[in-house]
């Protein structure tokens, strides 16, 4: 295709060469044009031969390359195919080996569990025939000889573990009562308090037995304007210059036991005069629980509490349960609490607000329904105190199970202050109660001779039968009889318990 090309191109251009020449020798020179015009076709034909030749060469010499390229490509190829099929030839025998290894291998896990089927069926039969012969030889049948055994290992257990518990809580209880004697020895010396037994009475002291006449008035128009404003009974009896004040409410008692002292000073005592003191003195009172509530804030060092908390709180300045002044017990809590946290790295300032507040309701519990835990966990909830400390008053008397450090806290310093010799006195009654009850829970166990209260309630001795109760058994008898002091009972402190086998003793202290 080049070589014709190249053809026509040398054709071509001789052609226009010579129409070229011959025109522009046209006029006269036609011969030599002519002959000039055959030399260029001859030049141009050799010229064009000469280019084909020179193609020509150049294709072969292409074509001969390409050729040899492909040669080369294809040899490649086929060595490639050779090693694959090579290859493949060395899977198949590969896979071949292992499918005949792997039907190998089925055939002995076949008979293996052939041959273990027919040994476990010869190990029951064997075993049947000598469980067959055990029942024939020892009397017993199978279930029979199997609650024995269990029997057995329970008892080991038990005795084991009875040995463990003992051992554990003997570790334990020397470590903790290290631990704690330490805090709370140094915690009781840091706060030494003074307590005050108040009662429902408050008594008021005249200048003279005559004034008892004019505090009683004509026809006892005085002293009924007196109890009928403030709520108090006044009690003028045969006691030389004294009145005594009666009522259960230590806010109307020391109001009206102002109110008396102001009209004595003043002299005039009349119904009108009365009521008009009595303002004076609910307004002064009113005053003074105030500020008693700040002072508290203040010497707990607990600080942003609701103003309407404060007053509450300052109403326990005339509240007592069992004798024990409410705020001067809030105020110890709120210092024990917070000792014992520092010690203890817990969070000072919750241990000492929860402790400072747990008792807030007994200023309102008349006027709500309620235990007083929930009462002061509602107060508290209301004037935005913290979940922490709402949850530490609620759980100061096991209300709820306390879920924080700070809440156990808040419930040992609330014992330790009511525990505390003199702090509370107890009425005849609930102590022998109390007392009763300890003995019955001890009584109740199998095992038990006699028991004892002992030390107003704080220890409780129980005598066992020697017979039932082995040294082992003494440590869990103690532990049992203890939960359910624990489960059963309030009290303030620890109760002791001390199960004695002849000259054995176990104590636990709850």
Same mark, same amino acid.
């Given at each position: ?47 064009? !031969? ?50 005949? %290894? ?18 476990? !069926? ?12 055990? !029942? ?61 037994? %108040? ?25 009924? $304007? ?12 045969? $006691? ?36 008009? $003191? ?122 709820? !199970? ?26 005849? %009654? ?81």
């Amino acid at each position: 295709m080049m070589i014709a090309v190249y053809i026509v191109v040398g054709l071509a251009v001789g052609v226009v060469a010579g129409y070229l020449i011959r025109r522009n020798l046209a006029s006269g020179k036609l011969a030599g044009a002519e002959r000039e015009a055959e030399k260029v076709l001859r030049d141009a034909k050799r010229e064009a !031969e000469t280019i084909v030749k020179e193609a020509r060469l150049e294709a072969k010499e292409e074509v001969h390359r390409v050729r040899s390229e492909v040669e080369a490509e294809l040899r490649g190829r086929r060595e490639e195919v050779g090693k694959a099929e090579q290859r493949l030839l060395q899977r198949d025998e590969q896979l071949d080996s292992r499918s005949a %290894e792997q039907d190998r291998r089925e055939q002995s896990l076949h008979d293996r569990d052939a041959n273990s089927q027919r040994v476990s !069926e010869e190990l029951q039969n064997a075993h049947d025939e000598a469980m067959i012969q055990l !029942e024939r030889i020892s009397g017993l049948s199978a279930a029979q000889a199997k609650d024995m055994l269990l029997k057995q290992t329970e008892d080991e257990a038990r005795h084991d573990m009875a040995k463990l518990v003992r051992q554990v809580e003997e570790e334990a209880r020397r470590e903790a009562d290290r631990r704690a004697r330490n805090i709370l020895s140094l915690t009781i010396q840091r706060t030494a308090a003074n307590h005050v037994a %108040e009662t429902t009475v408050s008594v008021v002291h005249l200048p003279s037995d005559d004034m008892k006449g004019r505090i009683i008035g004509r026809e006892g128009r005085n002293i009924r $304007t007196l109890e009928n404003t403030t709520g108090i009974d006044f009690i003028i009896d045969d $006691t030389p210059e004294a009145v005594v004040l009666s009522g259960f409410d230590g806010v109307r008692r020391e109001t009206a036991r102002l109110t008396l002292t102001k009209l004595i000073t003043d002299g005039r005592i009349h119904p009108a005069r009365i009521e008009e $003191t009595y303002l004076q003195a609910k307004a002064e009172v009113e005053a003074t629980m105030e500020e008693a509530g700040e002072q508290a804030c203040f010497d707990t060092n607990v600080h942003g509490v609701a103003p309407e908390l404060v007053r509450v709180l300052g109403r326990l300045k005339y509240r007592t349960s069992y004798g024990q002044n409410v705020l001067n017990h809030s105020i110890e809590v709120a210092h024990l609490a917070g000792i014992m946290a520092a010690e203890l790295g817990a969070n000072v300032k919750i241990a000492k607000r929860a402790g400072l507040l747990h008792d807030i309701g007994k200023a309102v519990d008349h006027e709500v329904d309620g235990s007083h835990a929930d009462i002061s966990q509602q107060l508290c909830k209301k004037y935005r105190e913290s979940q922490s400390v709402c949850h530490a008053i609620q759980a100061h008397h096991q209300d709820i !199970e306390p879920q924080t450090v700070e809440a156990v806290l808040v419930q040992a310093a609330d014992a330790i202050s009511a525990a505390r010799p003199g702090a509370r006195r107890e009425s005849l %009654e609930n102590y022998v109660k109390r007392l009763e009850s300890l003995e019955r829970i001890a009584e109740n166990h199998k095992g038990v001779e006699k028991c004892f209260a002992m030390q107003a309630g704080r220890e409780v001795r129980v005598m066992v039968k020697p017979a039932e109760i082995d040294d082992d058994a003494t440590a869990l008898l103690a532990r049992e009889i203890a939960r359910e002091i624990e489960d059963q009972l309030d009290y303030p402190g620890q109760i002791r318990v001390t199960v004695i086998r002849e000259s054995r003793a176990v104590d636990i202290a709850k």
